[in-house]
């Protein structure tokens, strides 16, 4: 019988999320306020985050138990299935192993609730009763959404204005779940009315939306922010997904050789890699790849630099040493696959830097020929972004067929592609052109980058 699926029991799910900063070879650059460019300490994060998720960022404990109650609602959808790729196989030829851990089949069809789940109940504890948190596309607005809805947390969500016009069903899931979505740049904050006069027709860009959320936050008592990526506390929440794929790999006798992920902010990719890469510090899987996949028209990793910037548009949100397009970068409108914020995790960025993990970048008419290839062999549409890996992972699967190696390759298949059908429909009708961001661009946006005394 060949195994397509590997399921672990509900009483198998890991109750402690690893802490890759208890093993990091370096320590991490601090982060610094974006007014005072001073290291930035507790208590001017506390008018944003409860404390719990304030130690999260910067402890140094290498297993952070999840709380009982985030244990229970993970498990109206976790575990999540390892599937071997049976059919992609057969379909491309190769002698690889491919395996996909799957994360679309969480209520909201991604990553994200692993996240929304455990914030909205630190919140909760702290007696927060509202949240401001931006959306692009909608993903993170809708798990956070749901996150609130089960411990009974108001939310808004600033969701950056071009997906709110062409993208109406991720914002009616996030009302149907309570929340209250605008869209971004609008006329309730400071920072999207300074858009708006400057340029009243501004598509809104992730980095816009932060900027509103944040001063939402800022300006309200009752009023916490979230976030749904880049932050290290996010990177852990995350990490349930690479410590449930070891125990199934393990159920499957393999190990990975490769393991491919589409990054954005980073969050889905580092919760399946960061579990993987305490082998190659250790020496154990020393030669381990892992592969970041990016847009040719959101090329962070691969062509923007490595220095300190702000998280945000308007300069509000912390400053953090990543990789960047700049905070001034605004995607490209006929970008279609996601992944479009100007700076990568922190963590990320640091193990890029030190040569730990690889990154490529890659054109969307190609992610859509691998998403449609996965879609005809598999069946699960994946969304835009986690086409990006698929794109790779096919790549690599291919070169194994020339060389004949029979290498293990796992895909972080991040979620699914249900609410990104016109964006298929574009590509399967012609109308879908690459795009590379102009070098111009990036020398123009790098010009703004904050000056931290380097210390
Ligand atoms: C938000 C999202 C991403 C990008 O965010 P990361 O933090 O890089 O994971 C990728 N895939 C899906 C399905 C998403 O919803």
């Not at 990526?229 to 070891?246: A, K, M, P, Y």
Request: hydrophobic content about 35%.
């Amino acid at each position: 019988m060949k195994r397509a699926m590997y399921f672990l029991d509900q009483k198998d799910m890991p109750t402690k999320w690893y802490n890759v900063l208890a093993d990091m070879p370096e320590p991490m650059p601090p982060y610094f306020h974006p007014g005072t460019k001073k290291p930035l300490g507790p208590e001017d994060l506390a008018p944003l985050f409860p404390m719990e998720l304030i130690k999260q960022e910067v402890s140094t404990e290498r297993w952070i138990e999840i709380p009982e109650e985030v244990q229970d609602v993970y498990r109206t959808y976790r575990p999540t299935v390892l599937h071997r790729a049976y059919r992609l196989e057969k379909a491309l030829d190769t002698p690889a192993k491919i395996f996909y851990k799957y994360e679309g089949t969480s209520q909201a069809g991604s990553h994200k609730p692993n996240t929304a789940i455990p914030q909205a109940y630190y919140n909760k504890k702290e007696g927060i009763k509202r949240i401001a948190t931006e959306t692009g596309a909608g993903q993170w607005g809708s798990a956070l959404a749901m996150g609130c809805a089960f411990f009974g947390i108001e939310l808004k969500v600033y969701m950056v204005r071009i997906s709110y016009d062409q993208k109406p069903y991720r914002r009616i899931l996030m009302e149907t779940w309570g929340a209250r979505c605008i869209p971004s740049p609008s006329k309730d904050t400071k920072a999207g009315r300074d858009m708006l006069e400057k340029w009243p027709d501004c598509p809104g860009s992730l980095g816009l939306a932060i900027s509103e959320a944040v001063e939402d936050a800022m300006t309200r008592d009752d009023t916490h922010y979230s976030l749904g990526s880049v932050l290290n506390h996010v990177l852990l929440h995350q990490t349930i997904i690479g410590e449930e794929t070891r125990k199934q790999m393990e159920m499957a006798d393999a190990y990975p050789d490769i393991i491919v992920g589409c990054v954005g902010g980073g969050s889905n990719f580092a919760g399946q890699f960061l579990p993987w890469i305490r082998d190659k510090f250790s020496g154990k899987k020393k030669d381990l790849r892992i592969v970041c996949v990016e847009p040719e028209s959101c090329p962070t990793m691969t062509r923007g630099v490595y220095a300190y910037d702000f998280g945000d548009t308007a300069g509000m949100a912390p400053i953090a040493k990543m990789h960047t397009l700049g905070h001034s970068f605004v995607p490209a409108p006929i970008h279609a696959g996601g992944l479009r914020y100007h700076g990568m995790a922190p963590i990320i960025s640091k193990l890029y830097d030190l040569g730990l993990i690889d990154a490529v970048a890659v054109h969307q008419t190609a992610i859509f020929e691998a998403g449609v290839k996965f879609a005809r062999t598999e069946g699960i549409i994946a969304g835009p972004e986690p086409c990006h890996a698929l794109k790779v992972a096919i790549d690599e699967a291919l070169k194994c067929k020339e060389s004949g190696e029979a290498k293990t390759i796992l895909i972080a298949l991040s979620g699914h592609g249900h609410f990104d059908l016109s964006a298929y429909d574009a590509y399967l009708s012609g109308k879908l052109q690459d795009f590379a961001l102009p070098d111009k661009e990036i020398k123009k946006a790098l010009t703004e980058l904050p000056e931290i005394p380097e210390g």
